[in-house]
């Protein structure tokens, strides 16, 4: 019972996935960080403060704070915008750089310029 248990933790896809979760928490912290200390402060500046947590109102005893949640609404777009453009668009441009694109030798001249008409005009049309 043992060496099964022994064989369960050390199977490839648990380490994994405990390496991945650990990444993922060291990951969550760094862009946390530069949330909070680069992007908050710019909203401060253009707002006037970086925590709307002090915004209330109550009915009937009941104390609702709308304020807590705008700052965790701008956290949150703040957050997917550092991912965004400081981790998913670099590793893209990345990525493509490093994988050239497949030569297409088979596909006919006629073929092929009706491919990149298709594709250009996909890019039209996601402008």
Sequence with gaps: ????????????SIVELAVAFVMGLAFAALVNSLVENLVMPIVAMIVGKPDFSDLTFTINDAVYRYGAFITDVIQFVAVAAAV?????????AMMRR?????????MPDEERRHQ?????LGRIGTR
């Design 116 to 120: 990149e008409l298709l594709e250009a």
């Design 84 to 92: 965004f453009f400081f981790i998913v668009k670099p590793v893209t």
């Design 98 to 106: 490093l994988r050239p694109e497949p030569i297409d030798e088979g």
């Design 1 to 12: 019972m043992l060496k099964e248990f022994r064989d369960f933790l050390f199977r490839g």
